[in-house]
Every structure is written in structure tokens, then in C-alpha cells.
């Protein structure tokens, strides 16, 4: 799966795009480069990370999104930032800069403290080039970290599928296949490769499970719809597009064996927040005995956080992304277009919590845990001392 | 709420639109005519069911939609067939002729029948004249009864609205107002007036209790961003549009009070077939604590369904409403955009089963029944006999 491949598709030049990697480091030419997501799946172009502003423009208008990614895209801005200028102050400047593009986001001070340190560790007597070294060598660092979490999230789910997959041929030897359905992007656009939830599916795929996913279209922005559905195309996984209405008619008819979502915060006792609705097919799920289980890298798990319900605040984002629509038109031109009346009133609920007790289980890179305080205490413990 | 507007923006001429009405009859030019609703909420234009292939094509086109509203149209189809040709056989033919536009629509085929059946009334020997003004007068018979039953559905859901209201005061003084959440559109558009799941909205609002829906959009076809928020807006009755995802969390956060939605059909048992979704906000609202009420015709109960999620198929229609999205786009031009990827493919599934033991109860025109086989058997038992 990670071969590169030229993408003739993209317009930025001859520079390969590899099929699965939303950010990859381009050796030849010595520079990170990740593709434009807002333009997907309309068109496949890739920007050169080459310069802070450039970076923070692209966190910033969501070019680079999904947590872990921001975080990657964001170290290797950093880098950038200190080719031109090595000091400290410009350092602290362009870190500073950086933060304040998503100023919620945990993965992105994380991966900017961990680029900040790399660079202390080089000691203080060190050139601007040795300093600018180091900050270029943990951004990949932290790429390469982020890959090997969601291939071992990968690994641990396989066994997961399998086993279903062997209980449902047990039940009808003529199963065609292994039903998934998912919600928003968890796959490799929202991480170094692989993806979260859809890292047991990939790593089926290639262990030649025949697996089918169900892609809700995940309103308002439409992740599934632009985003998931894109990228199990290009990894010629067969999946079939579904409004958000339908998880519940589909997981009542028998047609899902398996929920598999990412989490943008786990509590210490197993609520999952993840994006808006993923509450509403755990509730399907558990009305119609469906696994629906959440694949995290452990560093998204909160210690802090117990009661998701009560504890989580919810962001609130613009009310045009729910009454407006964004798509190709049939003149070939990229255009927007309002539903309901003008000036009609609209919420837009980013995430919500799943309680825990609606939970199967947590997939982790270190393998899968119980979604409860008992369960996931042996995993918050490792990771406090690792 | 019945006096009848001009409205500005009616484009084909002088004549009113009544606020309130989908579709009506104008007494003085002697025609019936209907709400487009297949150009809502962008523009506001009416059309005559003035002759067989102009209602049948309206029908066809979804110009006008909702089940009762379908068999009233067809009704008044079927009376302007017999003005042109009133012999038994164009009778037939124009019978058949709008049987065929929905072949699914049970109400299609009741009014049709009725009709008929007032013709063949008035004896052997009537001329063409007396032919057709029976069939007019039947139409005029069942659009009155519509409207009535709905009046009737509006009557019985007000005591269940002030109940709520009287408890949600009683725990918190300053309450603003009182939560409902909708799915779909069940209101006067797709009805004669009032409409069914909305008609204890519209009681309440006129009786000042101070009522606030949330609007879910309902995709794949958006009923709710295009006609409920449009008809609530025309009605000044507050409401706030959501993505179908951000039920769950609404309910979960306590921001619902009751829900209300409409049905297609309604098993002897309880079971609700209606608008894909419901059962995912029937699950939520079980899951909080909300009380769910589908409030129905009693027409819309099928005494020879029990168990609606094994006796119901479930109608699959083109998966070019999930991939394509139509709205007003900047130019001010109406557009339709596509979304996922091109080739992707999509399932749409148009309904679904909201089993019984999550419904609180079925408000009918008769009264509010309890969702169950013996709770609906007396409503059986009169609606056989009557």
C-alpha cells in the first residue's frame, strides 16, 4: 500500500502523490508535503509545506485536517520556520504562530513541545543549521510515529474482523462479505497513513478479507461523503455512500456487522467524543446487538476527563456549514449552494459523547481495552509512565 | 390561520395562496389548484389541477407530495378527467392513468375509489354533467375531511404540549419555551391544512403557549431544510434547522422536551413505518427519557401488518438524491452539486420501522392511543365498524 505512484491529477507538478498518505516527506526535493483537502475529492492537489505561513494558512483553512495530522503538518511548519531563522525568538514567534491556528487542538501543542525540545536538546552553544536539523528530524520523527500507531491500531483490529468474518460464514457459508460501517473520516487523510477506524479495514483488505463498508456521508461537513468515500475509492475497498438517516434502517435489517469510529477524546472511563452523530449509531448499534467499538491512539485518551456527558464542552461552528452545500455542478465548477429558506436559524453541534456503556471496546495501538475506568486504567498507566 | 393572502410572490397570477394550505380549492375561478412544492423554498408558485395529465404529472414529479395531500390531488385529477370526457371508459382510463403516477400510495388509491364510487352514485342514467359535478363534490368531500382530521390530530396533541409545558415551568420558572424536535415534513404541506405531526404545534401557537421546534433536515431529499423550516417560518412559529446527526445530542444535552413526527403506515401493533431516520431519533429519545409521539390519520393504520420491521419492505429510490444536493446558489440560480466523489456508489433507503416499544403513543383524530396491539385495538374495532 505504500508504494507512490504518480498522480496525474495533480497540478502542482511531476511530484509523485502516494495513494494513501494526506502528508508525506518528498526526500528528493527535501520538503513535507500534504494534499489540499478542501479541494477534495473534486481535485487531487498537493501543497509544498515549505514555509510557516504557508503551514499555518493550511491548518488554518482546514487544507490539513483530522487531529493527528495537524499536529505532524504543524512540526514540520516549525521546521520550516527555523531554516529561515534558527534563533529562539523566532522559534518561540512561529511556534506561537502556529498554536493559534486551531487553538483547541491537544495534538498540535503536543507535537510542537516535541519539536521545541528536540531543538533544546541539541544544547545552546549549537548553529542555526545543527538547531534547524533537529527541528526537520523530529517532525519526521513524529510522521513516522504516527504511521507506526495506526498500522499497530490496524493490527489489533484484524483479529476483530476476523473473527467475525468466521461467524458470519459459519452462519451463511455464501456471506459475499464483512459489513462496516463508519462515520467521518478516520482513515488516512486524518493521520500519517492508515487512519484510526479504517486501519483494521485497510489491513484487512490487503489480508484479503472481503470487507464492504457502509460510508455514512457524515453532515454537516460531509467527511464520509467527500473525504472517506474518496479514499477507500483510491484503495479500491468497496464501500457503499449512506445519508446519516439510514445507519439506523441499515443496523436494524442486519446489514452491518460492525461499527468502527475514531475518537477525537476518550474520558478515563471510556466516553468516546467523536464527530456529531456517531452517538446516534452507537444507540443502533446497541439496539440491534452490533460490536461498535472506537480505535484511538492512546494519546488521545484524557485522564482528566471522567463523565463525557458532563464534563466535555461542545463546539459550535458556523451555521452555514448545515445550510449550505458544497459540491460539483454540472457546469464542472465547484459551487455552493443554500437548502433551506434565506435567513433560516441553524445549530452546528461539532462532536457529541457516546457513553461508554455503548461501547464494545477501545482499539489501541497497544491493543484493545474495555470501555471503562477498570478497563482502560492498565493502558492511562502505561502511557503515564511511558 | 385559514383567511387566505395574496402572496407576492406567486407568479401565476392574482389568486391567493392561503397560508396555510398545499392545496385548496378556488371557489371562484371553480378550479383546484396546489403549492409547487418541488420548487420550495426558493420560490413560491401555484399551480391548477386543472386537467388528467397536469395533475398526474404533478403527482409524478412530487410537485405535490405527502400521502393524504397525493390521494386529494388525484381525487381532484380524476374530477377534471370526467369535465372532458364523463363515459365510464375515460373514467376508467383516467382511473388507471393516476393510479400509475405512485403505485405504492395506499391514500392514492382510497380517494380514487371514493371518487368512483360517488359517481357510480348518482344512478345509470345520469348525464355527463351530473357525472362530473359528483366526482367535484367528492374531491371538494375529501380535501374537507382531510383538513378536518387534521384539526382533529392538533386537538388531541394540545392537552399532551400544555402537560409538558405545565412540568418544564413547574422545574424551571424561567423556561422560554417548550422543545419539540421533528423529522421529516408532516405538516400542512404535505396534508390539507394543520397537518399531522406539526398540527399539535401550529394548536399550541395559536393558543400562545410559547412552542419551539427543532427541524431536523432529513436528508437525502431535505423535506425538513425545504419545506418544514419553510412552513414554519410562513407560520412565525419558532424553529431552529439541525443535521439529522445532531439529534442525539440534543436530546442528550436536554434541549428536547417531546418529539412529534408523522407515519406512513402504522401496524396494528404500534410499529411506525415512516421518513428514513425517525427510528434513530426514536432511539435517542428513549435513550434520554423523551417522550415520542407519532401522530397519525387513522387511515395510515394497516389492520393486516403486526410486525412492521419483518412485514414492511422498504422502498429504495435513486441514489442520485444521496450523491446530489440541489439549493440556491450565489447566482441566485437554482443548482444541483454533487458531493462524494463521481461513480460513488450510494444506497437510499426512503423509510424506515420505529418498533413500538419506543413510541410513547399515537395521537390520532380520535384521541391519543397506546402504541401496542391492545392498546390500537379499540381505534381497529371503530375504524372496521365506521
Not at 525568538?89 to 486551531?102: C, I, P
Not at 459489513?179 to 493521520?191: I, R, S
Not at 469510529?261 to 478515563?268: A, E, I, K, L, N
Amino acid at each position: 500500500m505504500s508504494l507512490p505512484t504518480t498522480d496525474a491529477a495533480d497540478p502542482s507538478g511531476p511530484s509523485a502523490i502516494p495513494p494513501n498518505a494526506a502528508l508525506w516527506f518528498d526526500a528528493g526535493r527535501g520538503v513535507a508535503r500534504a494534499l489540499d483537502q478542501s479541494l477534495l475529492p473534486h481535485e487531487t492537489r498537493a501543497l509544498d509545506l515549505v514555509d510557516l505561513a504557508r503551514v499555518a494558512e493550511a491548518i488554518r483553512a482546514m487544507r490539513v485536517r483530522g487531529a493527528p495530522l495537524i499536529g505532524i503538518a504543524a512540526a514540520f511548519g516549525l521546521a520550516a520556520a527555523l531554516r529561515v531563522d534558527a534563533s529562539p525568538e523566532a522559534e518561540a514567534r512561529a511556534a506561537a504562530a502556529l498554536l493559534a491556528t486551531r487553538p483547541g487542538a491537544v495534538s498540535l501543542a503536543w507535537a510542537l513541545a516535541r519539536v521545541r525540545r528536540a531543538v533544546a536538546g541539541v544544547g545552546p552553544g549549537a548553529g542555526a543549521e545543527a538547531r534547524a536539523a533537529a527541528a526537520l528530524a523530529e517532525a519526521r520523527a513524529i510522521l513516522a510515529h504516527e504511521i507506526a500507531v495506526c498500522a499497530a491500531i490496524g493490527e489489533h483490529g484484524l483479529p476483530i474482523l476476523e473473527r467475525l468474518w468466521a461467524g458470519k460464514r459459519a452462519r451463511d457459508a455464501k456471506a459475499p462479505h464483512l459489513d462496516v460501517l463508519t462515520h467521518c473520516n478516520a482513515g488516512w487523510l486524518a493521520t500519517g497513513e492508515w487512519g484510526t477506524a479504517l486501519a483494521p479495514v485497510y489491513r484487512a483488505h490487503a489480508a484479503g478479507l472481503p470487507v464492504h463498508v457502509w460510508v455514512d456521508e457524515t453532515r454537516p461537513r460531509g467527511q464520509g461523503a467527500s473525504l472517506t468515500a474518496w479514499e477507500l475509492g483510491r484503495a479500491s475497498v468497496p464501500h457503499t455512500l449512506l445519508a446519516d438517516t439510514m445507519a439506523g434502517h441499515v443496523l436494524q435489517r442486519g446489514k452491518v456487522d460492525v461499527c468502527l469510529v475514531g475518537s477525537d477524546r476518550t474520558t478515563r472511563s471510556g466516553d468516546v467524543c467523536n464527530k456529531i452523530g456517531t452517538y446516534l449509531v452507537a444507540l443502533a448499534a446497541r439496539d440491534n446487538g452490533v460490536p461498535f467499538y472506537a480505535c484511538v491512539p492512546t494519546s488521545s485518551l484524557d485522564a482528566e476527563l471522567s463523565d463525557g456527558v458532563l464534563d466535555i464542552p461542545i463546539e459550535e461552528r458556523d451555521a452555514r456549514e448545515v445550510t449550505h452545500v458544497r459540491g460539483l455542478a454540472e457546469d464542472g465548477t465547484v459551487r455552493t449552494v443554500r437548502v433551506p429558506p434565506a435567513g433560516t436559524r441553524a445549530a452546528n453541534f461539532a462532536f457529541d459523547v457516546t457513553p461508554a456503556r455503548l461501547v464494545t471496546g477501545i482499539v489501541t495501538e497497544h491493543g484493545m481495552y474495555p470501555a471503562s475506568a477498570e478497563g482502560l486504567a492498565p493502558l492511562l498507566e502505561r502511557a503515564r509512565v511511558g
